[in-house]
């Protein structure tokens, strides 16, 4: 909480983006000096920040709004912090350093954070705009989905990775039959390879799901709302909701109007800077060195990065680490870290165990872990995840190494 003292006319800071990115790096800020600034934020949503990685579990039924609320209105008040939430910023006049919202008020600030996070995909097929077509990305898309499940029974996701699986198995516990769409032969075909996306596929069709690969979308079918897909060789399948997750997009508009350098996201060097000495900018919104974001693991450095940078304690510089991923979805067990490809000069280690549904595939190159698909039995996912951010020479435990941790300690 803010201290009385120093209250004269402090700089201000104001927050583009109430949403993860931004509201951490206000936190790292805080951390390091709560009162240095007087600190605005504006958010899209009329909501305070919540954690928008377990929309998925909420969409599923395991969890409640309430819970996943990382800042409520309470919090904002008790820092100090002026929230304007549901009154998006639309313009931000670099030269008189001010920003306008929606609602015509406007701000001036000395330093500008801008934490517009991503826009989802919409495939723009004849249709997408029909009630029923929905995105996966706020509390609002939940809201919607939830509402769809109650009075509908056919949803179709297209998107087959980690976004769409979430979401056709929140919707599928919600009681609706779904169907997901994905247009290469193997789910989530980012992050795994071809053995465990089939498990993966087996694990979900055992649970309900139904999956149509090789499937390009010609068409959403229907008058006042979605009643169908349509696909390119002319087949349909009954769809009273449709929920596109086909990856997203930086939102970069209005740092694009206000002149900031942009390429695929606003360019940021290693403090998170812009090319605008006054505005930083962090989250999915950002390019950093030709690379975007979309998990939060990279988002968290950056905003401890940012948040040092702001409070004027600039020592730190952002480097990027791969990141592993999961999949929330309850009794589905994988993780996947760094380069599971491979490719010239790399070698893998294999272990299945069908029977107990077991997949292991670790990418090796030059004695080192490169990269590693876990499936049925991830407890060592975070010891080779380590292994792989310490470059560990792992000539020693070479033998042991698929066999986990545990075997390996001993063997060394
Ligand atoms: C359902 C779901 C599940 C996910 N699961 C995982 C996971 O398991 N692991 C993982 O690492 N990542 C996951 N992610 C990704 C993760 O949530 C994002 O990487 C993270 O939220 C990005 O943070 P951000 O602040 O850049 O963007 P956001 O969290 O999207 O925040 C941006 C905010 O800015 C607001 N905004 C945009 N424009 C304006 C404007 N002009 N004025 C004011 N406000 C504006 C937006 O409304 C939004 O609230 C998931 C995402 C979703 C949607």
Redesign the pocket.
């Known amino acids: 909480m803010k201290s009385p003292e120093r209250v004269e006319s402090k700089p201000a800071l104001v927050v583009?983006?109430?949403?993860?990115?931004?509201m951490r790096t206000v936190e790292e800020l805080h951390k390091l000096d709560p009162d240095m600034y007087d600190i605005t934020v504006?958010?899209?949503?009329p909501h305070g920040n919540y954690n928008?990685?377990l929309?998925?579990p909420v969409l599923a039924g395991e969890k409640t709004m309430d819970d996943i609320m990382l800042n409520t209105r309470e919090w904002y008040v008790q820092h100090g912090i002026t929230l304007h939430a549901g009154d998006?910023?639309?313009h931000i006049d670099r030269r008189n350093r001010i920003v306008r919202a929606r609602s015509g008020l406007e701000v001036r600030y000395d330093r500008l954070l801008i934490?517009?996070?991503?826009k989802p995909f919409i495939i723009p097929v004849p249709g997408h705009q029909l009630p029923g077509v929905l995105a996966?990305?706020?509390i609002q898309d939940v809201e919607s989905m939830l509402e769809a499940a109650r009075n509908h029974k056919h949803a179709v996701v297209i998107g087959g990775g980690?976004?769409g699986l979430?979401a056709a198995n929140g919707l599928q516990r919600q009681g609706m039959s779904v169907t997901v769409v994905h247009v290469t032969d193997a789910l989530m075909n980012q992050q795994l390879d071809k053995p465990a996306a089939q498990l993966l596929q087996k694990a979900l069709e055992d649970k309900g799901l139904k999956f149509r690969l090789n499937a390009q979308t010609a068409e959403i079918v229907g008058t006042d709302r979605a009643t169908a897909v349509r696909f390119k060789d002319g087949s349909e399948i009954p769809a009273d909701l449709v929920v596109m997750t086909a990856g997203v997009r930086p939102?970069i508009e209005?740092a694009k109007a206000a002149g900031l350098h942009c390429d695929r996201a606003i360019i940021v060097d290693d403090t998170l800077q812009t090319y605008d000495p006054r505005i930083y900018a962090?989250?999915?919104?950002v390019q950093h060195r030709s690379a975007t974001?979309?998990?939060?693991?990279p988002?968290w450095d950056q905003a401890r990065v940012c948040g040092a940078h702001l409070a004027g304690a600039g020592v730190r510089r952002y480097v990027q680490q791969t990141?592993p991923t999961?999949l929330?979805v309850t009794g589905v067990d994988l993780y996947s870290v760094g380069d599971f490809v491979g490719g010239e000069g790399s070698e893998d280690l294999v272990l299945r165990d069908a029977r107990r549904g077991v997949y292991k595939r670790l990418v090796l190159k030059n004695n080192r872990v490169t990269g590693a698909v876990l499936y049925g039995d991830v407890k060592d996912g975070p010891w080779y995840f380590g292994l792989i951010q310490n470059n560990t020479d792992i000539t020693s435990i070479r033998q042991t190494l698929l066999f986990g941790e545990a075997l390996s300690a001993r063997a060394a």
């Open positions: 583009i983006g109430n949403g993860m990115a931004g504006f958010g899209a949503e928008r990685i929309l998925s998006p910023v639309e934490a517009t996070g991503s996966f990305r706020d980690l976004l979430e939102n209005l962090v989250g999915e919104c974001f979309g998990l939060v693991a988002i990141s999961r929330k």
